[in-house]
T-cell receptor, first 113, second 110 residues
Framework: DTGVSQDPRHKITKRGQNVTFRCDPISEHNRLYWYRQTLGQGPEFLTYFQNEAQLEKSRLLSDRFSAERPKGSFSTLEIQRTEQGDSAMYLC???????????FGPGTRLTVL | QKEVEQNSGPLSVPEGAIASLNCTYSDRGSQSFFWYRQYSGKSPELIMS????GDQEDGRFTAQLNKASQYVSLLIRDSQPSDSATYLCAARGATNKLIFGTGTLLAVQP
């Protein structure tokens, strides 16, 4: 049973560029979550999907952020017109419908120059 | 007031001692609670989950929950240097999202 995977693991970009991250959840996990973590803070919830439906979005998620899970399997998180304040670790987690335990992937570390 | 609060530490304990990590939460509707361990530069790793009042034990780890006091704790017995990490407390409310504290840095001294 493979865990949650994320790609890329590291991304360095220039301010104003668009970036896209991918998350593959644990197989048969219906729920998929995105969190963001900055240094010295706990992860902050961004959004979550149940199958392909996006059920909740944080108010932190500005209109520059968009997430999709088109076929209810992998998910992508896109950030348009990146800003230096977007520099963070972006974490993906998944859980099954039968338990609320969330398992995290390795994260994508974004650096915006 | 933050929804989940933890002392940021560092909490320093000698090897072999019991480390006690504490967490309080503000949302009385929170239904389940989790402790994650996070090594520097890595992602959170689940240690324990607890859903009802009382103690839950798993190996060297014991999670304690007191819903009346809105208090969650994690005890690590026979602490090892490899336990040195940040410990994150998280609460799940009515929706499925987790609300995390800022984490407590634990340093186990050999």
């Amino acid at each position: 049973d493979t865990g949650v995977s994320q790609d890329p693991r590291h991304k360095i970009t220039k301010r104003g560029q668009n970036v896209t991250f991918r998350c593959d959840p644990i197989s048969e996990h219906n729920r998929l979550y995105w969190y963001r973590q900055t240094l010295g803070q706990g992860p902050e919830f961004l959004t979550y999907f149940q199958n392909e439906a996006q059920l909740e979005k944080s108010r932190l998620l500005s209109d520059r952020f968009s997430a999709e899970r088109p076929k209810g399997s992998f998910s992508t998180l896109e950030i348009q017109r990146t800003e230096q304040g977007d520099s963070a670790m972006y974490l993906c987690a998944s859980s099954s419908l039968y338990t609320d335990t969330q398992y995290f992937g390795p994260g994508t570390r974004l650096t915006v120059l | 007031q933050k929804e989940v609060e933890q002392n940021s530490g560092p909490l320093s304990v000698p090897e072999g001692a019991i480390a006690s990590l504490n967490c309080t939460y503000s949302d009385r509707g929170s239904q389940s609670f989790f402790w994650y361990r996070q090594y520097s530069g890595k992602s959170p790793e689940l240690i324990m989950s607890i859903y009802s009042n009382g103690d839950q034990e798993d190996g060297r780890f014991t999670a304690q929950l007191n819903k009346a006091s809105q208090y969650v704790s994690l005890l690590i017995r026979d602490s090892q240097p490899s336990d040195s990490a940040t410990y994150l407390c998280a609460a799940r409310g009515a929706t499925n999202k987790l609300i995390f504290g800022t984490g407590t840095l634990l340093a186990v001294q050999p």
